[in-house]
């Protein structure tokens, strides 16, 4: 299982058109994700003080796009890297964070 932070909004978005992206799968070609123990990091770097969040639960095995661990030099780890829209059917849950 690897996850991805978004709004509400962006998350409702992705039901109407059939499929999840954000900016930065034009910007830098791949979607961020995290691994389940880099969630609660990733919250607190880019997330404190936004609202109406919600995190993916994406199946791994049923994405349908190229997926990739890849480093993140600023903190010396590696991400999951999705290079494509995630499929519906690839997020078997959506929490409420907030």
């Given at each position: 299982?690897?996850?991805?932070?978004?709004?509400?909004?962006?998350?409702?978005?992705?039901?109407?058109?059939?499929?999840?992206?954000?900016?930065?799968l034009?910007?830098?070609?791949?979607?961020?994700?995290?691994?389940?123990?880099?969630?609660?990091?990733?919250?607190d770097?880019?997330?404190?003080?936004?609202?109406?969040?919600?995190?993916?639960?994406?199946?791994?095995?049923?994405?349908?796009?190229?997926?990739?661990?890849?480093?993140?030099?600023?903190?010396?780890?590696?991400?999951?890297?999705?290079?494509?829209?995630i499929?519906?059917?690839?997020?078997?849950?959506?929490?409420?964070?907030?």
């Amino acid at each position: 299982m690897i996850y991805h932070v978004t709004t509400k909004s962006q998350w409702d978005e992705a039901l109407s058109k059939g499929y999840f992206e954000v900016p930065s799968l034009q910007i830098e070609g791949f979607i961020h994700m995290s691994k389940e123990n880099q969630v609660a990091g990733v919250l607190d770097r880019y997330y404190k003080n936004v609202s109406n969040l919600v995190l993916l639960h994406v199946e791994e095995n049923k994405l349908t796009a190229e997926i990739k661990l890849e480093l993140s030099p600023s903190i010396n780890q590696e991400f999951p890297h999705i290079y494509g829209p995630i499929n519906l059917d690839a997020v078997v849950k959506i929490e409420i964070l907030n």
